[in-house]
């Protein structure tokens, strides 16, 4: 039962343009979301976070917008640059155990020069 | 600052033999420690999660078992690997004060293929 899902595989992206990855929820006791980004090879390094009291987050060129009425989540990253080629999972935290995050698939991005 | 450190890099085993994968953070005090498992094309699972010494939450039934000898110190290991048990092995940490409450920060991870 995969509680946070991210429907697509993949994105392309022009560089200099906006990327902007989705993910999907079912929990609505989910209060914390987070976004990683992961490199082949390596772990995931973590990105931006929201909690479930705000609508939206920045932190320079990503943003990330929490919709909880429709349980959806989604990170935007202007502009796009090649150095953000990589793979982007969501992570989802349940009020009642602090300890246990879930992850979606992943979305790997790839801007095009 | 932190640092996460997980070793080895790279495990080639053979189905049948033991296991042990071993994660020590720097830089902190009392972390919650986790071990996930990444297969390929799949997202991310939690196995165990650790809140202090000797202290094991499982998460998922397998024939892995992790243990927390010190404070700063996560050990993953089994008895006798399947095929089923290749992977990307994650150690990952986290603190519930100041300001990321919570967020887990992740080691660089070992790649795990059992023949």
């Known amino acids: 039962d995969q509680q946070v899902k991210q429907n697509s595989p993949s994105l392309s992206v022009q560089e200099g343009r906006i990327s902007i990855l989705n993910c999907d929820y079912t929990n609505s006791m989910f209060d914390y979301f987070l976004w990683y980004k992961k490199y082949p090879a390596e772990g995931p390094t973590f990105l931006i976070s929201?909690?479930?009291?705000?609508d939206k987050n920045e932190d320079g060129r990503f943003t990330v917008f929490l919709n909880k009425s429709a349980k959806h989540l989604s990170l935007h990253i202007v502009p796009s640059q090649p150095g953000d080629s990589a793979v982007y999972f969501c992570a989802a935290r349940a009020r009642y155990n602090f300890n246990k995050f879930y992850f979606g698939s992943g979305t790997k991005l790839n801007v095009k020069p | 600052s932190q640092t996460i450190h997980q070793w080895p890099a790279t495990l080639v085993q053979p189905v049948g033999s033991p296991l042990s994968l071993e994660c020590t953070v720097e830089g902190t005090s009392n972390p919650n420690l986790y071990w996930y498992r990444q297969a390929a094309g799949r997202g991310l699972q939690l196995l165990f999660y650790?809140?202090?010494?000797?202290?094991i939450s499982s998460e998922v039934p397998q024939n892995l078992s992790a243990s927390r000898p010190q404070d700063r110190q996560f050990i993953l290991s089994s008895k006798k690997l399947l095929l089923s048990d290749s992977g990307f092995y994650l150690c990952a940490w986290s603190v519930f004060s100041g300001r990321a409450r919570g967020t887990q920060y992740f080691g660089p991870g070992t790649r795990l293929t059992v023949l």
């Open positions: 929201i909690s479930s009291i705000k």
């Open positions: 650790s809140v202090g010494i000797g202290q």
